[in-house]
């Protein structure tokens, strides 16, 4: 079993900069890809990035190239999203996932999901 936890959301002006957290614990995570999704109110979770545990390979969707940045501690089981530039569309709660294997961006692939955290980016 693998537990997720997020931390860094808030409330941020368009074109400012959020750094999220998610810290992993529950088993050995070497094997293992993370992700980060969002789901903003009445649309569905959507891919953002995926890192895998060894931190040589990263993924993004396209509308976060640029301005965003997945990264890992292994030594402290963190991953975390650097969002820079942000825009009132990237307003969602922030979900961060684990699954065993390589990078994917679809939902149903990964097996372990944090609770969320909340991202609100003002006008």
């Known amino acids: 079993q693998v537990q997720l936890v997020e931390s860094g959301g808030g409330l941020v002006q368009a074109g400012g900069s959020l750094r999220l957290s998610c810290a992993a614990s529950?088993?050995?995570?070497?094997?293992?890809?993370m992700g980060w999704f969002r789901q903003a109110p009445g649309k569905v979770r959507e891919f953002v990035a995926a890192i895998g545990w060894s931190g040589r390979n990263t993924l993004y969707a396209d509308f976060v190239k640029g301005r965003f940045t997945i990264s890992g501690d292994n030594a402290n089981n963190t991953v975390y999203l650097q969002m820079n530039s942000l825009k009132p569309e990237d307003t969602a709660i922030y979900y961060c996932?684990?699954?065993?294997?390589?990078?994917?961006?679809?939902?149903?692939?990964?097996?372990?999901w944090g609770q969320g955290t909340q991202v609100t980016v003002s006008s």
């Open positions: 996932a684990a699954k065993r294997g390589g990078l994917l961006m679809a939902v149903a692939a990964y097996a372990y």
């Open positions: 529950g088993r050995t995570l070497s094997s293992f890809a």
